[in-house]
């Protein structure tokens, strides 16, 4: 152990981009002390990927962030919609989806709801969201060098301003470093899938003639396909600011430099179909669409993986970012419940357990949904797996633990089911359904964050025994509530709902969900010793010897 570290803290987060951040957020809700470092002077300039699932918004919800995120995604609030095109001066135009919730069924699962958000605009709120919480975000921060043992990790930091070093002792390291993770490379950890898709070169543009071009249409993306025009456009603001998406093709030769600004122009302009179109270029950022999984997700129980680090996907869909935030929101409340003594360092194994399937069984559908859309420049070769599989809601919030820190989960379950079926089912996100608490409403999930939650009818006898298993078990945080229609209920359901369905139990019965809002564990009807099995239930979930 590094008894002579210049910075001491039980984390060292290691990337400060959309997952990192994330991660810092998390970290810091859950009263995490932690330093984040990023070789980069700041937050992205570039508008990256920006589409929020409703899934990932649950957890900005939870975690206090969702009105400052919404605030910074005002610009393109209600653009819905993916449109392929020949051009945007012709009437052949194809939606490949018209509305990204036509008939209004995620009402049915989640109190929150799309957004999008470009990474630009994002990254300032959840450093400011994570700074505010005491976090110690260092942009011009590189990570050199790291070493780990059994008690912890010990790295070397550079400022890139000042030239200086600093040794940093952690107990553990999570590395949000991207999709060419040095850490993961120091760590030899090898990656499976179809590899590289297709390459991009994202440019960002200025027209203030584009809108009047563009009428009454309103996209999320537009798909032009335009032979040898081609590409995707992306509003910015829906005003003045763009963004397009070239096709690059190294493997004949092509190099950046032969985006020049011209031909960047004259590509948007025939694309578009408007000659003379007024474009103005602004930067330029390669991108490369991949699709590769870490085969595993951590090293020695000290060092994790965790965003692009574990996981390249394919843009479509935007599952690539959403499943990384979900990764980091998984692997803050297990960290946190080990630094408090509450849970073995085995349940750390659980990480990976739970979000490397995920990742494996989203990013096959990414790109299978990247071929469905024929994104620019991508060619899928026919004996690449995936297929078209389920639709994207199923994918971004109906995915399950079958194992892991879960007791009675279904081994067999798939992954990722092929219709929602969120009804407290093991290993699933918890039910949504709206409560009054002291005349508030709110919904079940807002009560999911920090501690294991307890739920059970008016009158049984659960709550009692969380309460006793409560005192059993001092360092793990536990809550219990009572839901009911009348006054000796905790939480009051609306009228006509029946909690004990929704969460698919007789009204005896209890539902234990995790901090991340995951069922681990349910009792359908009434047990003997409430207290004693309960007590069983947290002890084995959280890997406690």
């Known amino acids: 152990m590094e008894d002579n570290a210049d910075v001491r803290v039980p984390v060292l987060v290691v990337g400060g981009s959309l997952v990192g951040l994330s991660t810092s957020l998390f970290l810091s809700r859950h009263g995490v002390r932690h330093l984040l470092v990023e070789k980069h002077s700041g ?94 975000i260092r942009f011009s921060t590189e990570l050199m060098s790291f070493d780990q043992d059994a008690e912890g990790v010990t790295a070397l930091v550079k400022n890139r301003e000042t030239g200086e070093h600093a ?72 005003a003045t600011q763009w963004v397009f998406h070239a096709p690059w093709h190294p493997d004949r030769g092509e ?55 574990a996981h390249e996907m394919s843009p479509t869909g935007a599952f690539g970012s959403n499943t990384g935030i ?47 859309h024929s994104h620019p420049g991508y060619a899928p070769p026919p004996t690449m797996g995936g297929g078209p599989g389920s639709g994207i809601l199923p994918t971004a919030m109906g995915y399950c633990y079958p194992q892991g820190a879960v007791v009675g989960g279904d081994p067999g379950r798939p992954i990722i089911p092929e219709a929602m079926r969120l009804m407290g089912d093991t290993g699933t996100r918890a039910p949504h359904m709206w409560l ?31 309460e006793r298993v409560a005192r059993q078990l001092p360092a793990v945080r536990l809550d219990a509530y009572t839901i009911g229609s009348g006054p000796d209920a905790d939480l009051l359901q609306e009228t006509g709902a029946d909690w004990a369905e929704v969460h698919g139990m007789d009204p005896d019965g209890a539902v234990l969900v995790r901090p991340d809002g995951f069922v681990a564990w349910r009792s359908e009807r009434a047990v003997a010793e409430p207290a004693a099995t309960l007590q069983e239930v947290l002890t084995t979930v959280l890997q406690r010897r």
């Open 43 to 136: 937050t992205s300039p570039h508008p990256r990927g920006r589409g929020i699932n409703a899934r990932t918004m649950e957890l900005f919800r939870t975690a206090g962030a969702e009105h400052a995120i919404r605030r910074a995604a005002s610009a393109l609030e209600g653009v819905q919609g993916i449109l392929q095109a020949r051009s945007l001066t012709g009437g052949d135009h194809n939606w490949l989806i018209k509305s990204v919730d036509p008939s209004g069924a995620l009402r049915k699962f989640s109190p929150t709801g799309w957004c999008l958000c470009s990474q630009n605009n994002i990254e300032p709120v959840l450093a400011a969201q994570s700074r505010a919480q005491g976090a110690d």
């Open 167 to 238: 040794t940093v002792r952690a107990d553990f390291l999570i590395a949000a470093d991207g999709p060419r993770s040095p850490v993961r490379e120091q760590l030899g950890i090898p990656q499976t899938g179809n590899g590289e898709l297709f390459h991009n070169v994202s440019v960002t543009f200025r027209s203030e003639r584009l809108i009047e071009v563009l009428g009454d249409l309103r996209f999320i993306v537009c798909y032009l396909m335009r032979p040898g025009a081609d590409g995707a456009l992306l509003p910015v603001d829906n």
């Open 255 to 309: 190099t950046l430099e032969d985006f020049t600004d011209e031909r960047c122009v004259e590509q948007i302009r025939n694309a578009i179909g408007v000659p003379d179109l007024d474009v103005e270029i602004g930067g330029k950022a390669p991108w490369h669409a991949a699709e590769r999984v870490a085969e595993r997700y951590s090293s020695g129980r000290r060092v994790f993986l965790a965003g692009d680090a």
């Open 326 to 372: 979900q990764d980091a929101h998984n692997l803050a409340w297990k960290i946190a419940a080990v630094l408090d003594g509450a849970a073995g360092i085995e349940l750390l194994d659980t990480y990976e357990a739970e979000r490397l399937p995920v990742a494996r069984a989203t990013s096959e559908r990414a790109s299978a949904r990247s071929a469905e």
């Open 436 to 466: 009054l608490r002291a005349g508030e409403r709110i919904s079940s999930l807002d009560l999911y964050e920090r501690s294991f939650v307890l739920l059970s009818g008016a009158g049984t006898p659960w709550r009692e025994a969380a």
